[in-house]
Every structure is written in C-alpha cells, then in structure tokens.
T-cell receptor
Framework: AQSVTQLGSHVSVSEGALVLLRCNYS??????LFWYVQYPNQGLQLLLK??????LVKGINGFEAEFKKSETSFHLTKPSAHMSDAAEYFC????????????FGSGTRLQVQP | DAGITQSPRHKVTETGTPVTLRCHQT?????MYWYRQDPGHGLRLIHY???????DKGEVSDGYSVSRSKTEDFLLTLESATSSQTSVYFC?????????????FGEGSRLTVL
C-alpha cells in the first residue's frame, strides 16, 4: 500500500520568494510520484510527474520536484512565487503493480502575498 | 482540455434519498475513477473502473455503488444519501492507468445532503 504525507496544510510566501511544498511518501514498491494543482472551483491538473529516470523533474509554470529515495521525499519548489501560483497543491503516489489509481496527500494551500 | 463532463454540477438532496452522479468522457480512455474531496483529507478514491463492467472498490466505498455499461459513462450512486456524504465528487480518466499515465479530472460535482 502507498501513502502520502504533506507537511503544512497552509503555506504563505511573498511574491518573488522561494516556494517549497513538502511531500513524503510511503510505498512498498518503487513509486510513481505526481504533483497536481487545483485552482478555486476547478478540477485538478497535473504539474509534473516522476516515473523513472532523472530524479529532478521539471513541470509547468516553473515548478520542479526532486525524487529522493533515501529521504522518501518529493518536494515541490519554484524559485520565485507569482500571484497566480495561489492554489491548492496535492502530492500523489501510485505503483505500477496492483491498483492503477492515485493515492493523494491532504493538500497544501499556497497563499502568495503581494 | 480532456473531454470530461460531470453532471449534475451541484445538487442538494435530503437524507435517505438516492442520488446518481454521472461522468461522461469523449476520450475513449480505459480507466475511470470517482474520488471525493473533503477538507483535510485531500482526495480519496471511492471506486474505479478498468473497463466496461469491470470495477473495483477504493478506500471509501461504503455507501456507494458504480456502474459502467459503456466506455464513455461511469455512474456513481448513493443508494440512500447521508449527511457524511456531503462532499465534492471528482471523476477522473486515464488512458493507461495512474502508474505512468496522467489522470484528467472533471470539474467536480458538489453534493449537499441535508
């Protein structure tokens, strides 16, 4: 079974500051890891994903995440926050074997202050 | 945008009444999912389908049933709605399953059970 823990349900940063959203996972098999973003009153859309290969993954809107197996982490970063980044962010995990569904973390709401 | 339509988008009903939510896709994707989203819990899997008439339970399936008689439609039924089922319900689709494929989400159906 897989699980995801997102540290911090709310994160507030100033515009132009570094964004760091934390995600730790648990998986008994090699994981596939995802970050999704949800804007108000919308569905989720994929930011980036790690399946195999390079552990530093670049996504849309300037976000990136690094898979660290030794730390069981997949933290999301962006060097400079923009007002439009304000949204809720979800980390998710799946495995190649078994159920082909995602297990989500509880989410982190990012607030960007002017 | 992925062709996913959820209906109804908003519904208010009373405890004990049956409710059916519909997810319709135009992408011919094999996998379809129903998640519910609640504050502090992220998204939790209710049921999913890996083909016509092939479905399986998720983590929070009690009180819910599903049917998939056509590739394009995935129905979620609450046989007797309870207040604990007040939530936002999201349908998602995937061509190859969550392991390596992206999930595309609908815009959600907000259900209130009084």
């Amino acid at each position: 079974a897989q699980s995801v823990t997102q540290l911090g349900s709310h994160v507030s940063v100033s515009e132009g500051a570094l964004v760091l959203l934390r995600c730790n996972y648990s998986s008994s098999v090699p994981p596939y890891l995802f970050w999704y973003v949800q804007y108000p009153n919308q569905g989720l859309q994929l930011l980036l994903k790690y399946t195999t290969g390079a552990t530093l993954v670049k996504g849309i809107n300037g976000f990136e995440a690094e898979f660290k197996k030794s730390e069981t982490s997949f933290h999301l970063t962006k060097p400079s926050a923009h007002m439009s980044d304000a949204a809720e962010y979800f980390c998710a995990v799946s495995a190649y074997t078994g159920r082909r569904a995602l297990t989500f973390g509880s989410g982190t709401r990012l607030q960007v202050q002017p | 945008d992925a062709g996913i339509t959820q209906s109804p988008r908003h519904k208010v009903t009373e405890t004990g009444t049956p409710v059916t939510l519909r997810c319709h896709q135009t992408e011919n994707h094999r996998y379809m999912y129903w998640y519910r989203q609640d504050p502090g819990h992220g998204l939790r899997l209710i049921h999913y389908s890996y083909g016509v008439k092939d479905t399986d339970k998720g983590e929070v399936s009690d009180g819910y049933s599903v049917s998939r008689s056509k590739t394009e439609d995935f129905l979620l039924t609450l046989e007797s709605a309870t207040s604990s089922q007040t939530s936002v319900y999201f349908c998602a689709i995937s061509e190859s399953g969550a392991s390596t494929g992206e999930l595309f989400f609908g815009e959600g159906s907000r259900l209130t059970v009084l």
